[in-house]
């Protein structure tokens, strides 16, 4: 079985610039989650989404960053614009039954980079 | 607020070696507690999910416990080989709510 497929793995961009992070989760999934990780505050949650619906964006740092769940197979986390703050790795998620279990499924992450 | 704690931050030891990472977490109402493996560069492995009415959890090598009333989790790990070097990662679970992720113990395992 295919697990969650994140691109780019890598994307290095410039300051100002738009950056943007997709996701399929894993086929019939219903909640998908954006990590953030680096090694000063290590894996932060940005957003989590339940049947395509955000249910909690506390962790969404400020209004450059957006996240989009158009379908059960997709979505997407925006940064606009893009600050050197921003470099990390983003790491999707998905889960089934996730306020039952908890159990999580991570995709290989994106690594950002913003010069 | 749920604070989850991993000591010591990197642990390194000879192949063959019998380990013990430990995970404290200051909220007791937790659902589960999950362990996880990072490997450089990579995702996050789920290693072993133990409920919050198990006491352990065991796969191959790996032996997780839980002890909700001292906040405690433990991951052993048997006969420690090479491959093993990553890093681990627990996190508590407390239902509708965030996972909370310790920062993890980053092991090597010295051939």
């Known amino acids: 079985d295919a697990g969650v497929i994140q691109s780019p793995r890598h994307e290095v961009t410039e300051m100002g610039q738009e950056v943007t992070l997709r996701c399929k989760p894993i086929s019939g999934h219903n909640s998908l989650f954006w990590y953030r990780q680096t090694m000063m505050r290590g894996l932060e949650l940005l957003i989590y989404f339940n049947n395509n619906v955000p249910i909690d964006d506390s962790g969404m740092p400020e209004d450059r960053f957006s996240a989009k769940m158009p379908n059960a197979s997709f979505s997407t986390l925006k940064i606009q614009p893009s600050e050197p703050r921003d470099s990390a790795v983003y790491f999707c998620?998905?889960?089934?039954?996730?306020?039952?279990?908890?159990?999580?499924?991570f995709g290989e992450g994106s690594r950002l980079t913003v010069l | 607020k749920q604070e989850v704690t991993q000591i010591p931050a990197a642990l390194s030891v000879p192949e063959g070696e019998n380990l013990v990472l430990n995970c404290s977490f200051t909220d007791s109402a937790i659902y589960n507690l999950q362990w996880f493996r990072q490997d450089p560069g990579k995702g996050l492995t789920s290693l072993l999910l133990i409920q919050s009415s198990q006491r352990e959890q065991t796969s191959g090598r790996l032996n997780a416990s839980l002890d909700k009333s001292s906040g405690r989790s433990t991951l052993y790990i048997a006969a420690s080989q090479p491959g093993d070097s990553a890093t681990y990662l627990c996190a508590a679970f407390q239902g509708a709510q965030k996972l909370v992720f310790g920062q993890g113990t980053r092991l090597t395992i010295n051939p």
């Open positions: 998620a998905s889960s089934f039954e996730y306020l039952s279990t908890g159990e999580l499924f």
